[in-house]
């Protein structure tokens, strides 16, 4: 709200006029705890380019859901209301050692402290009722129809508030070609992280021959899943148990490290650094950015025409998606290693990791640069680039 315009009271309306100028997979959604609501919607760009592909376009947008209002999950996490039962926190803590709940970090969910000591992360802090893919569970997912040996590209947005997903294309190899919007150099394989806020373009090839493929979402550090199913005619379709029988990995930055953007940043030096150090704990379920919470936030300021880099510091023991409105940057660092790494608006930082994005302030106003994971967002984790007169 008021970044730039106020809520948008019941009963009013507001016609929004802007130049279509960048294709690809983005979305709209409320920037308020109604995302949780499933306040949300693709917004497809298409490429003139593109126009003669001989190739399938489907839309997923995958979502986190549960009965409870976002006020009461809000409360349950900040220690204001309990909050047991589905739609309640996950259990973790990071109060210290003492109270931890080990529940989903037996599976690589932990990191080391830089000496060699083992410390716990926290991967998910709300239990969800379900989790969704175009509003369906695995119970009765979407089957799209597809052609034997056709090709598919697949536009898949995370619109989770508080929930990171592995894509899982299963049998068939893909070939993630976009994230955020942007191209990539094609980047081949079966499993592909997505977190909160972020797009991915992933195209497959169906094999010649009748079938039925789920192409599931896997939650971060858990076993609970949901997906959808490409069936040919004549296809078997079997049941999926939104369960897995194994918890998947915590994300890293391996899939991050491996992406080259297809239309780089212009080469040049950068006119301004500023470091953000990303802090906080679930005690008190406080979440900051170089110590200070949204209120007390101190704005980073830009003038247009630089070249503005930012060196995004997780400090705190879980990931988050960083998202920046009205601009792409470019990841050029990870760790302090230099590369010419993918162009997008969100980039997820594990703990105790380093990113650096850069971005040229070519669209002057306030613009809100805040976390992903939306729960993080409401309690602090978010200040403004703002330009300067």
């Known amino acids: 709200p008021d970044l730039p315009q106020p809520l948008l009271q019941p009963g009013q309306s507001y016609d929004y006029s802007f130049p279509v100028t960048t294709p690809g997979t983005h979305w709209m959604h409320a920037h308020t705890l109604q995302e949780q609501q499933l306040l949300a919607a693709p917004l497809i760009v298409t490429d003139p380019a593109e126009a003669?592909?001989?190739?399938?376009?489907?839309?997923?947008?995958f979502h986190d859901f549960s009965f409870k209002t976002p006020e009461e999950l809000?409360?349950?996490?900040?220690?204001?209301?309990?909050?047991?039962?589905?739609?309640?926190?996950?259990?973790?803590?990071?109060?210290?050692?003492s109270g931890m709940d080990m529940q989903g970090m037996s599976d690589g969910q932990g990191m080391s402290d830089g000496q060699g000591m083992a410390m716990p992360m926290d991967v998910n802090d709300i239990q969800y009722d379900a989790y969704l893919a175009n509003d369906r569970t695995l119970d009765d997912p979407q089957l799209f129809a597809v052609e034997r040996n056709g090709t598919v590209?697949?536009?898949?947005?995370?619109?989770?508030?508080?929930?990171?997903?592995?894509?899982?294309?299963?049998?068939?190899?893909?070939?993630?070609?976009?994230?955020?919007?942007?191209?990539?150099?094609?980047?081949?394989?079966r499993r592909f992280p997505l977190a909160m806020g972020q797009r991915l373009d992933i195209r497959l090839?169906?094999?010649?021959?009748?079938?039925?493929?789920?192409?599931?979402?896997?939650?971060?550090?858990?076993?609970?899943?949901?997906?959808?199913?490409?069936?040919?005619?004549g296809g078997a379709v079997k049941r999926?148990?939104?369960?897995?029988?194994?918890?998947?990995?915590?994300?890293?930055?391996?899939?991050?490290?491996?992406?080259?953007?297809?239309?780089?940043?212009?080469?040049r030096s950068a006119n301004r650094n500023q470091a953000v150090e990303i802090g906080g704990t679930m005690q008190g379920y406080s979440w900051t950015l170089n110590g200070r919470t949204w209120g007390n936030h101190q704005p980073i300021a830009v003038r247009k025409g630089e070249r503005i880099e930012l060196v995004l510091r997780n400090a705190s023991i879980m990931g988050h998606p960083m998202h920046l409105h009205g601009h792409h940057f470019q990841v050029v660092a990870i760790d302090g290693r230099r590369f010419a790494g993918a162009v997008r608006d969100t980039v997820w930082l594990p703990p105790m990791r380093e990113v650096t994005v850069a971005f040229d302030a070519?669209?002057?106003?306030?613009?809100?640069?805040?976390?992903?994971?939306?729960?993080?967002?409401?309690?602090?984790?978010?200040?403004?680039?703002?330009?300067?007169?």
């Open 362 to 389: 070519a669209n002057p106003g306030t613009w809100a640069f805040h976390c992903h994971h939306l729960y993080h967002m409401a309690t602090g984790m978010m200040t403004v680039v703002d330009y300067a007169a």
């Open 205 to 233: 090839r169906i094999p010649d021959e009748a079938g039925a493929w789920p192409i599931l979402a896997l939650r971060e550090g858990s076993v609970e899943r949901t997906g959808f199913v490409l069936a040919t005619r």
């Open 74 to 97: 809000l409360a349950g996490l900040t220690g204001s209301a309990p909050a047991s039962g589905n739609g309640g926190m996950a259990g973790h803590s990071m109060s210290g050692m």
């Open 52 to 61: 003669g592909a001989d190739e399938q376009p489907l839309v997923v947008l």
């Open 240 to 267: 999926i148990a939104p369960v897995g029988d194994q918890a998947t990995a915590a994300f890293d930055l391996a899939f991050e490290s491996s992406l080259v953007a297809a239309k780089p940043l212009a080469l």
């Open 153 to 189: 590209r697949l536009r898949l947005i995370n619109g989770a508030t508080a929930t990171a997903f592995w894509v899982d294309t299963g049998s068939i190899e893909g070939e993630a070609i976009a994230v955020d919007g942007n191209a990539v150099t094609p980047v081949r394989g």
